[in-house]
């Protein structure tokens, strides 16, 4: 019993004494290994008398159970201590940016609109929105634009079957037969004009279809069109809600516009708008004090009195103005685009280039153009 004591006490000093690991290992080794101390004596239990391995057996293990405790309390302590000494040594830096993740881009034109939806609801304008199928009535009588006319022609204007077999059959009813795609945005001013009173502002962005296809023209494209209908309405409100319109979207204070007479069914008097531009290294820049140049941008005029009447209002009490652009356009000449097809080709790699962040979120305080 004694020399079992001793044994034990010899081996825990030992085992509190490792320095290491490896150290500690080889005292395991010592003593419970397949040639260990411990080993040995547990193999003399079968040489013993059942007395005696009834008095010694009860020791041995209990040795045994001691200096496995031992081992497994030293060797907690000294991983936790390996573990201290690696966090001290080892350091992250938690402000180095992530890896970049892959990620969408917003579409140019996505943020042209939520830019022209920021500028014009700082001005009171709501925005408006209308069926991309349109019926005659809404797409060209109602907006003064006659049979006669030109953008009725089958080159210009995207007519549907269902449309062309009713007229065939003279079944079309040209308030309620939707016959074609809309060639402007025009039609939300007429039904924004029929479902709600004065007074009136909107801006109405969206899709709109004709026949065209070339490096500045393509067959679907985007608009934006503007209405304001109230009493006392005048030409000096059009211009000024305008130059506050892009000098706003240019981010430019130094935008000198030019107004041109001009004809279009829906106003009168009507009006282009042009925008000065200097040139830059060869390239047109909008703005500059002094012009080298003219860009038209728009057309707009006053709501004519057909179109006012049309809607089932007085043209002698309510009065107004419109405006309408290409948003795509809009987009080429701030941001640098000399060709609308890529718009519409799907190219990853020029949505990448031209595309912006979804945090880009435009404001008029932080530029709409971030």
Known sequence: MEDLNQMRDHMLTAIAAASGLDAL??????????????????????????????VQGPLIQGLREAVANGIAERKATLERAALDARLASETLDMTLPADATPAGTIHPVSQVMDELAEIFADLGFAVATGPEIETDWHNFTALNIPETHPARAMHDTFYLQQGIDAKAAGTADEKTTFSLLRTHTSPVQIRTMLSQKPPIRIIAPGRTYRSDSDATHTPMFHQVEGLVIDKGITLGHLKWTLETFVKAFFERDDIVLRL????????????????????????????????????????????????????????????GFAFGCGIDRLAMLKYGMDDLRPFFDGDIRWLKHYGFSSLDVPTLSGGVGA
């Open 260 to 319: 041109r007479p001009s004809y279009f069914p829906f106003t009168e008097p009507s009006v282009e708008i042009d925008v000065g531009y200097t040139l830059v290294k060869g390239k047109r820049v909008v703005g500059g004090a002094e012009p080298d140049g003219w860009l038209e941008i728009l057309g707009s005029g006053m709501v004519h009195r057909k179109v006012i009447e049309a809607c089932g209002l007085d043209p002698d009490e309510w009065q």
């Open 25 to 54: 290992d080889a005292c395991r080794v010592e003593a419970l290994g397949k040639q260990g101390t411990i080993t040995a004596l547990l193999k003399t239990l079968g040489k013993m008398t059942p007395e005696e391995r009834l």
